[in-house]
């Protein structure tokens, strides 16, 4: 699977949205887009996926760039709970077992 | 439906004991993985299977054993504790492309 680039940090204002962006200029064309999120002292969760069209559900959003080298994680409010580290990782569709390769990802502060 | 379980939750141990750390899933899942964290750093791969009665090694699996005798259940050892190997183990499972569930950890202290 592909390399991701993630920022180490970002920091963000309670109910301000937030975008957490995530280059991945390798990406092939089988490739899919995975966001997990790793709250303080719990297993990672997952939060949102896609291929190549912007996908919305009840955590997040996600926008991928056209040429899909690169995409953003957005919390439209962001809340303290939403504290955490969040990951971005690729998998080809036809990956099969292959495990989840995770990076160090961007922890996301939350000011009150 | 519980979704992945570790035992025990917290653990500490001496250098040179050993222990066996258990995860279990009620979800029907193929594959099962066990990570380990380090402070600050993200998650690595110790082993893994891809179904009953299989194992393979992920990209730190010195010093550890598994064994996946039942579908639901997923078994980490480790026969000779060492202070390198104090991390947080988190235990996973997925079926397929879907998503992967992650246990709520177990904290290991070798002292």
């Known amino acids: 699977d592909a390399k991701t680039t993630q920022p180490n940090s970002m920091e963000s204002n309670e109910e301000e949205p937030v975008h957490l962006p995530c280059n991945h200029s390798?990406?092939?064309?089988?490739?899919?887009i995975h966001w997990y999120r790793q709250l303080p002292s719990q297993g990672p969760e997952y939060v949102i996926h896609?291929?190549?069209s912007n996908v919305n559900n009840r955590m997040a959003s996600l926008a991928i760039a056209e040429d899909r080298k690169s995409s953003t994680l957005i919390l439209h409010r962001a809340t303290l709970r939403d504290a955490a580290v969040y990951y971005c990782?690729?998998?080809?569709?036809?990956?099969?077992?292959?495990?989840?390769?995770f990076g160090k990802g961007t922890r996301l502060s939350v000011i009150a | 439906n519980a979704g992945v379980t570790q035992t025990p939750k917290f653990r500490v141990l001496k250098t040179g004991q050993s222990m066996t750390l258990l995860c279990a899933q009620d979800?029907?899942?193929?594959?099962m993985y066990w990570y380990r964290q380090d402070p600050g750093m993200g998650l690595r791969l110790i082993h893994y299977?891809?179904?009953?009665?299989?194992?393979a090694k992920g990209e730190v699996p010195d010093g550890y054993n598994v064994s996946r005798l039942k579908k639901q259940n997923f078994l980490l050892g480790l026969e000779s504790a060492a202070p390198s190997q104090t991390s947080v183990y988190f235990c996973?499972?997925?079926?397929?492309?879907?998503?992967?569930?992650f246990g709520p950890g177990t904290r290991l202290l070798v002292l």
């Open positions: 996973a499972s997925r079926r397929g492309h879907e998503t992967q569930y």
């Open positions: 390798t990406i092939s064309g089988t490739d899919y």
């Open positions: 896609g291929l190549t």
């Open positions: 990782i690729l998998r080809g569709w036809n990956s099969g077992n292959t495990p989840l390769v």
């Open positions: 979800m029907n899942h193929e594959y």
């Open positions: 299977s891809v179904g009953e009665g299989t194992t």
